[in-house]
């Protein structure tokens, strides 16, 4: 009887220890993360480096993959995903729409990491030729402000050629079948029209644009998160320092989860300035120049001040 009780008492002891065990875990919030197909964010999941740094801290870690920045904020402002990031120009779009976000960190600027193609035949060979012509490009990502500088550069706005939203798979879809003329795109998947098709770069980013890349959150759970905040930005500057001393490691890393092959990831690497750090006063006159040059050309609805929507952990 004694030995019974004793089995009993055990197990009760074992089943208490296990489920207080789980509830320590399941009591922590669910993290929502959304990626694109490339950068440091897709990395970080990779390696599984958030998911042992918040084993204690979040029940678990859902990662969700989208094409483009505008659709990622999207999700953002719908309360589907907590944290992302995106280029320079769909944030911009997201506060003038009156969606909600905070910037809470930034990339260093790579221009070289975005460009207009043209056919590798195309008669095409300056900016000022694309006058008329048909251009894809995903509509409020980070080429729309490339493509808007770059025809700036030559005397022409975007009245001037036929814009052609799309986003990058029908995009290249449609640039390889000859439906549009040039495209405006970003890495990897400039990197990967460049190796399958040959195309030829009629200008990138340098000397046009910093083409940075930010990350988001949104206000809800910046404000009530700020410690996970942090422990996701410490974890995307530790794995930035790693990546910038093991370019092909990463791009092996990287390889199953993007299905481009390691060189033409390391190619794109090769134009990634690895480095993540606050949005300081510098970076927030850049963002607001873009957002000023949007509204003067009637891109979004009405004037944003960038400053309003940045995050500070005592916010």
């Known amino acids: ?22 509830t320590s875990s399941a009591d922590g919030p669910t993290l929502r993360i959304g990626v694109q197909k490339y950068g440091t964010l897709v990395v970080v999941r990779a390696q599984q480096g958030l998911e042992h740094r918040l084993q204690h801290q979040v029940s678990s870690i859902e990662w969700t993959e989208f094409p483009a920045g505008p659709q990622l904020l999207e999700a953002m402002a719908a309360g589907s995903i907590d944290f992302g990031t995106t280029g320079e120009a769909p944030p911009i779009f997201a506060q003038a729409g009156g969606k909600g976000l905070v910037y809470v960190g930034v990339e260093r600027p790579a221009p070289k990491g975005e460009a207009i193609l043209v056919p590798k035949d195309s008669p095409i060979q300056k900016i000022a030729e694309l006058k008329g012509k048909k251009v894809a490009l995903n509509k409020g990502s980070n080429v729309h402000y490339l493509l808007v500088r770059a025809l700036a550069s030559a005397g022409l706005t975007p009245a001037d050629i036929e814009s052609v939203y799309l986003a990058p798979a029908d995009a290249r879809a449609a640039f390889e079948r000859g439906a549009v003329d040039a495209w405006a795109i970003w890495d990897p998947y400039l990197s990967a029209a460049e190796a399958a098709t040959s195309a030829r770069e009629l200008t990138n980013g340098e000397g046009l644009v910093a083409n940075r890349q930010f990350y988001l959150a949104s206000p809800k759970f910046a404000q009530a998160q700020p410690a996970l905040v942090r422990a996701i930005l410490d974890e995307i500057d530790r794995t930035d320092a790693w990546a910038a001393t093991h370019v092909n490691e990463t791009a092996e890393q990287l390889s199953p989860a993007t299905g481009l092959s390691v060189p033409v990831l ?3 690497l090769g134009r990634l300035p690895f480095g993540a750090g606050p949005v300081d006063d510098g970076i927030v006159h850049d963002q607001q120049q873009i957002a000023d040059t ?11 001040v960038v400053r309003d929507i940045v995050w500070t952990p005592h916010s």
């Not at 949007?294 to 944003?304: D, N």
Request: zero cysteines; proline letters at 6%; a positive charge.
């Open 294 to 304: 949007f509204y003067g050309l009637g891109l979004i609805p009405k004037p944003i």
């Open 1 to 22: 009887m004694t030995y019974t009780k004793g089995i009993l008492s055990f197990v009760t002891l074992l089943t208490a220890a296990i489920a207080l065990a789980g």
């Open 266 to 268: 390391q190619t794109a």
